[in-house]
Antibody
Framework: QVQLQESGPGLVKPSQTLSLTCTVS??????????WSWIRQPAGKGLEWIGR???????NYNPSLKSRVTISVDTSKNQFSLKLSSVTAADTAVYYC??????????????WGQGTLVTVSS | EIVLTQSPATLSLSPGERATLSCRAS??????LAWYQQKPGQAPRLLIY???NRATGIPARFSGSGSGTDFTLTISSLEPEDFAVYYC????????FGPGTKVDIK
């Protein structure tokens, strides 16, 4: 059974960089059948896709966040990571990592981490 | 950007009743639409992908239909554990989600 687990600081100061890691267990992150995404959800609000990374290392980002986002992968550790720079209070949210399944035509997110709350505050 | 709208925002029903949730896209997404269920304090769970295919382990009471711009998620007979928020999602150039429909107990 595939499991994803987010980790990282729960509190980040304004203007600093938010850094999170997602550890994948029960399967290899190097499988070409998937890509790996970050998705966030402010309290009481909907879901916002942040970006994705393929096992090749190719990335795509939400245009609204593109200038501040970097997603990377470490296949040796079966992990992928998110960096979001110049954060403000508007970046306070629960951050999820998720797997996109390329075997479905629409690449649905079939496995999700439990989510981690990141608060931006001084 | 393709915008998804969901209706109604809230659906108040009793266990055993049929739930019909709507998702409309601002332009055609073909059949590239998924539905997720989210309960408080939990991550979303994939229910339906490619508009009408149930994900692994999803009960048969959940069904999806539609193509192009109009999609429907139907729960044939609500169980107590089905009261939750439901999101639709499309893939287009980048994934976007609808604002959600909350199904609560009447």
């Amino acid at each position: 059974q595939v499991q994803l687990q987010e980790s990282g600081p729960g509190l980040v100061k304004p203007s600093q960089t938010l850094s999170l890691t997602c550890t994948v267990s029960g399967g290899s992150i190097s499988s070409g059948s998937y890509y790996w995404s970050w998705i966030r959800q402010p309290a009481g609000k909907g879901l916002e896709w942040i970006g994705r990374i393929y096992t090749s290392g190719s990335t795509n980002y939400n245009p609204s966040l593109k200038s501040r986002v970097t997603i990377s992968v470490d296949t040796s550790k079966n992990q992928f990571s998110l960096k979001l720079s110049s954060v403000t209070a508007a970046d306070t949210a629960v951050y999820y990592c998720a797997r996109g399944n390329l075997s479905t035509a629409m690449v649905a997110f079939d496995y999700w981490g439990q989510g981690t709350l990141v608060t931006v505050s001084s | 950007e393709i915008v998804l709208t969901q209706s109604p925002a809230t659906l108040s029903l009793s266990p055993g009743e049929r739930a019909t949730l709507s998702c409309r896209a601002s332009q055609s997404v073909s059949s590239y639409l998924a539905w997720y269920q989210q309960k408080p304090g939990q991550a979303p769970r994939l229910l339906i992908y490619d508009a009408s295919n149930r994900a692994t382990g999803i009960p048969a009471r959940f069904s999806g239909s539609g193509s192009g711009t109009d999609f429907t998620l139907t729960i044939s007979s609500l169980e107590p554990e089905d009261f939750a928020v439901y999101y639709c999602q499309q893939r287009s150039n980048w994934p976007t989600f609808g604002p959600g429909t909350k199904v609560d107990i009447k």
